[in-house]
């Protein structure tokens, strides 16, 4: 079967560093996506990766290695605007998205 | 540029009544898609069109059916509305390049609540 593991929840500090980890059993891969998602709203696109290795974007980088099947979203200087959920997807064979649960982020002051 | 517009916002619906969920884009996108997000779980997909004329089923597409007569609107019925029904619905689309479907950008989503 198909399958995307990642944290339910997970709790920073404003200001610190928080990596947001992500594995992945699917059939086939085709690229892996990281959305944002803030309560009640919809997921807005924050990253891509295809191929290993960081992509850095802003305050937020995001690394996958394919060979362990693994990913990991990183935002630095935490705002209190990144208390969000945090969505992991990966395109497959068919080029359809298969989803994460998605992971809480709590940012405390 | 409105993107994707869904409507209604919110709806309550008595089991066993039917209803559509509208779903309208105007970036020009070949494919959408139509969602379910319950509390815990990922994002399921429940029917998709990859272009004007022609719909797919995705991981949970009982009880719902789709249809894509022009590019921009892409409704959902629901035939005989269901407790389990219940969710927030979004509707997606992307672009489609020759290495296949391109990032996809959501409405702002119905949530539906089936009594």
């Known amino acids: 079967g198909q399958n995307i593991d990642q944290p339910t929840e997970m709790t920073a500090t404003e200001g610190a560093i928080v990596q947001i980890n992500c594995t992945y059993q699917?059939?086939?891969?085709?690229?892996l996506f990281w959305y944002q998602q803030h309560a009640g709203e919809a997921p807005t696109f924050l990253s891509y990766?295809?191929l290993d290795g960081l992509e850095e974007k802003g305050r937020f980088s995001s690394f996958l290695s394919r060979s362990k099947g693994y990913s990991y979203l990183l935002l630095k200087e935490l705002q209190m605007k990144d208390s969000a959920s945090y969505l992991c997807a990966v395109r497959d064979s068919n080029y359809q998205l298969i989803w994460g649960a998605g992971t809480k982020l709590i940012i405390k002051p | 540029t409105a993107g994707i517009t869904q409507a209604p916002t919110s709806q309550i619906l008595a089991a066993g009544r039917s209803m559509t969920l509208r779903c309208t884009q105007d970036?020009?996108?070949?494919?959408m898609y139509w969602y379910r997000q319950d509390l815990g779980l990922g994002l399921r997909l429940i029917h998709y069109?990859?272009?004007?004329?022609?719909?797919g089923k995705g991981e949970v597409p009982d009880g719902y059916s789709v249809s894509r007569a022009n590019t921009d609107d892409f409704p959902l019925t629901l035939a005989s509305a269901v407790p389990s029904q219940t969710s927030v619905y979004f509707c997606?689309?992307?672009?489609?390049?020759?290495?296949?479907?391109?990032?996809?950008?959501f409405g702002p989503g119905t949530r539906l609540t089936v009594l």
């Open positions: 990766n295809v």
């Open positions: 970036m020009r996108h070949n494919a």
């Open positions: 069109s990859n272009t004007a004329g022609t719909t």
């Open positions: 699917t059939s086939g891969f085709n690229g």
């Open positions: 997606a689309s992307s672009a489609v390049t020759s290495g296949g479907a391109d990032t996809q950008y």
